[in-house]
Structure formats: structure tokens, C-alpha cells
């Protein structure tokens, strides 16, 4: 895991779950470069605020992990 500047990254497309609301309070953005071998993830209310970078596998298993829940 990486802690990056969420301003490093200006050519990402952001997105949040179709599960999440604009009225949540713990929401999660993930950007996922064209390369995909790594996911970058930042809170949604500081968009501006640092980013963590992890491996494309790392995150596969997250949410694998997740979905079984």
C-alpha cells in the first residue's frame, strides 16, 4: 500500500458503488488507471485529500472478501 496525493493523479476517472448514496457519510471513491495494476481509493467528502494505492490483485481480493459478507 502506497499513500499517494489525490491531486497526483489528474487523468483518473473516479467512481463510487452503485450501492453508495450522496447523503452517506462513509463513502469511498476508486479510480482504476487504464494499465490496471493498481487501484487508487480516497474518501468521497475529501476528493482533494491523499488517495492509497493498492495492487490490482490486492483489490480483487478485497472485494471478493467484501462480497462475500
Do not use: Y
Not at 491523499?50 to 459478507?69: D, I, K, M, S, Y
Amino acid at each position: 500500500m502506497n499513500p499517494d496525493s489525490g491531486l497526483a493523479q489528474p487523468t483518473l476517472r473516479w467512481f463510487k458503488s452503485s450501492h453508495s448514496s450522496n447523503d452517506g457519510p462513509e463513502c469511498v471513491e476508486v479510480a482504476i488507471p487504464p494499465i490496471r495494476t493498481t487501484v487508487h481509493i480516497r474518501d468521497s467528502k475529501n476528493t482533494c485529500g491523499p488517495c492509497l494505492t493498492v495492487q490490482g490483485a490486492a483489490w480483487a481480493e478485497f472485494v471478493g472478501f467484501a462480497a462475500r459478507r
